[in-house]
């Protein structure tokens, strides 16, 4: 390999590479550029070009391009509008860069020119031309790209070296690989590198074939399918095919591309369709299927009401539709509160617990009005079936989804006001347990994914506001209960019930009779002696009926006598109504010897409880009458042993247990008791009875007691008061733990009963046993 150095003009060329042996043209426009080719044209039209290592900078420098390049002759110039050559040149050399002599006004360079002297007839340089031939020809077949004439041009090349650049030049390959093979001075390095360069071009265009074919047999396929598909529709058509099968399976398809279904839904209906669109349409199997499908499209996927987050509109719907209950307002308020500020908020996730007619239903209703979004209401009460609420699966014959996805397609959006009513009357048996069903749908962690077992395909139930109602937390179990946000509705006081009635009742009865305001005028006595006398509730369900009574008979008069306006007078009460059924002025009407008044709560409200003992000459046998449960009784029995051990300071006397029998009776015996808070109720009815000091009239009680006399904290305070309000009591003695709960009772209450607190009953006795003070009786 000999070698020559000469001082040319360096021209650096963008996204391109040249080869001696290699006519190319392209198009100058850098200054410097331009100044090298003029002064190429005044010194035997010479130039080198070498390849830019970024095409992307526009002024190199010496580091910016490769050191190898080629000694090019330029063949011709034409000047183009925007001051650009076009250039024709021919490669002629590969050289090397030996130094950078100059570089303005344009680059001038010293290169090394080599030039091989090689054997033809090297059995190693044959073979080498040989496979390099070989391997191009193959390559020229597989890309498209490469005009076929070029393998009759390197058919007559028997010169290595210029086979090799020939071969180079027309490869489709990076530049910095072409740049690679340029480098090569060697010719057996150079025809090894090309080789193995078409070798693995060889291998991508295999590749890029099969895939192709690949493509286009399933076009083919596609294109197969319907043009039979056109033509079946064309022969139904001929043979009077009314059923529209074919253009029921477009429609559906039609509808999956119109919805936007998560990825696996799509799925699982494209499968659904294509294995109905190869069923007869007559088959069983086909409008199971129809079915499946149809429930999938009436499903809200998507569809989303926008929520009103309007606080004062909020508020102003829940005011006018429901006087009070004070906490669920709040708590809705606050929702909407946080909706406003962040929309990533899930739905909470309510529990209205209290008794019947509080107005738990209509608040979700007001709830979901409020908030502009839709209402839906599923009944718990009595399900016993998991399939109720997750769908029955589809290898069943005539399966339905379950009531949870049913109500979902009745609301047609995926963010309704969804209401659980009586969640605490579900049970179960051998179909399964429907409140273990429960729990994934109220888990705001999991229902983002809820499965139906008709569908099974994953439902998002995270947008939707869940209400439920329950008359006790009792009978929820634990896990479920767990997941909801417990809160407590009480009883109504008479002033609540009074507001209630003539805010919201009587106009509504008044609308629903066909009457007008004025035809019906009724006094506030006359309501206040309706809630006192005829109802005897925590709600206002039975008030409700009352008025609606009282309206009906107003209106045959209106009807009969041609009268404008009937008057509701306590007075005249008694004629549209009847007796009245309670008596609310006072508990007891005297006081009396071992008979106390206790206070007790029950799923429907607070109520009270009359305890009554009796003694009589015996052996010192307890009697307990009045289906009592266990805990009453264990009440009675701890406080019989309380005063057995302090007899002296009682004035009982000691030998009581062997000479005297004991019957402690709770009246309306037909009606199970059970609770833990009328310990001390019991143990003052004892001690009343015992000493035959009277227990006052006006004084009622609530709390549980130790053998040492602890009077121990109740749940229920609020309920036990109303009950007491309700009954005309004045004071009512409580646990002195329980002070805390008195801040949940109603300020008229408050201001109308007398709240003692005590820690033990010697505090009890003094409070609620008459000693003749003051004469009562």
């Known amino acids: 390999m000999s070698s020559n150095v000469k001082r040319l003009p360096l021209l650096p060329l963008r996204g391109l590479s040249i080869f001696p042996y290699m006519v190319l043209h392209f198009d100058v426009g850098r200054e410097k550029s331009i100044k090298a080719l003029e002064e190429a044209m005044i010194n035997d039209q010479l130039i080198f070009l070498v390849t830019q290592t970024d095409a992307n900078t526009d002024l190199p420098e010496e580091d910016d391009f490769y050191r190898v390049g080629t000694i090019s002759k330029v063949k011709q110039l034409l000047k183009l509008p925007g001051d650009t050559i076009r250039v024709l040149v021919e490669g002629i050399s590969r050289a090397e860069i030996q130094s950078i002599v100059s570089d303005d006004p344009f680059f001038l360079a010293d290169v090394v020119e080599y030039s091989n002297d090689i054997d033809e007839e090297d059995p190693e340089i044959q073979a080498l031309k040989r496979s390099v031939t070989d391997a191009f020809e193959e390559y020229v077949k597989l890309n498209p790209k490469i005009p076929p004439e070029i393998l009759v041009t390197i058919s007559t090349v028997e010169d290595a070296d210029r086979l090799a650049d020939i071969i180079a030049s027309n490869m489709t390959i990076k530049i910095e690989e072409k740049q690679n093979i340029l480098a090569k001075f060697d010719v057996r390095d150079r025809l090894e590198s090309l080789y193995a360069v078409i070798v693995k071009e060889l291998d991508i265009l295999e590749l890029e074939r099969k895939i192709n074919n690949r493509v286009r047999k399933q076009i083919d396929k596609t294109q197969k399918e319907y043009y039979l598909r056109e033509q079946l529709k064309a022969i139904q058509k001929e043979l009077g095919d009314k059923d529209g099968f074919e253009e029921e399976i477009e429609e559906y398809k039609d509808k999956m591309s119109k919805m936007e279904l998560p990825e696996e839904v799509v799925n699982k209906v494209e499968k659904e369709i294509d294995r109905l669109s190869k069923m007869s349409p007559g088959s069983p199997e086909s409008g199971v299927i129809r079915t499946y499908l149809d429930w999938i499209f009436d499903l809200p996927w998507n569809n989303e009401t926008e929520d009103n987050l309007d606080i004062k509109n909020a508020r102003k719907v829940l005011d006018e539709d429901h006087y009070g209950m004070k906490k669920v307002k709040e708590r809705v308020l606050e929702y909407l509160a946080i909706r406003r500020l962040s929309n990533n908020m899930k739905g909470p996730i309510l529990c209205l617990v209290g008794p019947p007619g509080v107005g738990k239903t209509s608040i979700a209703k007001s709830i979901a009005r409020a908030m502009g979004r839709k209402f839906v209401r599923m009944s718990l009460g009595g399900v016993r079936d998991e399939a109720e609420i997750r769908g029955h699966r589809r290898t069943y014959i005539g ?9 979902m397609k009745q609301a047609g959006t995926k963010n309704p006001l969804f209401l659980l009513d009586e ?9 399964g347990d429907p409140a273990s069903a429960l729990l994934e749908v109220l888990d705001a962690e999991q229902n983002k994914d ?15 506001m869940f209400i ?15 997941r909801m946000e417990i809160i407590q509705l009480s009883g109504y006081t008479e002033e609540e019930k009074l507001n209630i009635a003539s805010k919201y009742l009587l106009p509504k009865q008044i609308k629903e009779h066909s009457l ?58 008694k004629k549209f109504l009847g007796i009245p059924r309670y008596r609310y002025d006072v508990a007891n009407l005297k006081n009396e010897v071992g008979v106390v008044t206790g206070l007790a709560w029950t799923p429907v409200g607070g109520d009270t409880l009359f305890i009554e003992v009796t003694t009589m000459p015996g052996t010192g046998k307890l009697e307990l009458t009045g289906h009592l449960g266990d805990v009453m009784k264990e009440s ?15 004035g009982i006397d000691k030998d009581f247990s062997k ?18 808070s009328a310990g001390i109720t019991m143990a003052t009815a004892l001690v009343s009875a015992l000493t035959n000091i009277p227990a006052r009239k006006d004084v009622a009680m609530t709390g549980e007691i130790t053998l040492r006399g602890r009077v121990l904290a109740i749940g229920g305070l609020k309920e036990k ?30 201001k109308a009963l007398e709240f003692i607190l005590v820690d033990n009953m010697d505090e009890v006795l003094d409070q609620a046993l008459y000693r003749g003070e003051e004469n009562d009786n």
């Open 399 to 407: 399966a339905i989804p379950g009531r949870i996805i049913y109500y």
């Open 423 to 431: 969640i605490d009357k579900m049970s179960s048996d051998f179909r």
């Open 450 to 464: 809820f499965r139906d077992h008709y569908l099974e395909l994953p439902f998002d139930l995270s947008k939707v």
């Open 468 to 482: 439920t109602t329950a008359n006790t937390t009792e009978t929820i179990p634990a896990p479920l209960l767990d």
């Open 516 to 573: 007008k305001p004025e035809n019906i005028s009724m006094s506030e006595a006359a309501i206040r002696d309706v809630i006192n006398k005829y109802t005897r509730e925590s709600g206002v369900r039975n008030l409700e009926r009352e008025l609606a009574k009282i309206i009906r008979k107003a209106a045959t008069e209106i009807v009969e006598k041609n009268k404008k306006t009937v008057r509701i007078t306590p007075a005249n009460l």
């Open 636 to 650: 009675a029995k701890a406080g019989l042993s309380y005063i057995r051990s302090r007899t002296d300071k009682l």
């Open 659 to 676: 000479n005297l029998d004991i019957h402690v009776h709770v009246p309306e015996g037909a009606i199970p008791k059970d609770g833990p």
């Open 721 to 750: 008061a109303l009950a007491a309000n309700r009954a005309g009591i004045k004071k009512v003695i409580i646990p002195r733990e329980n002070e805390k709960d008195l801040e949940e009772i109603p300020a008229n209450v408050k």
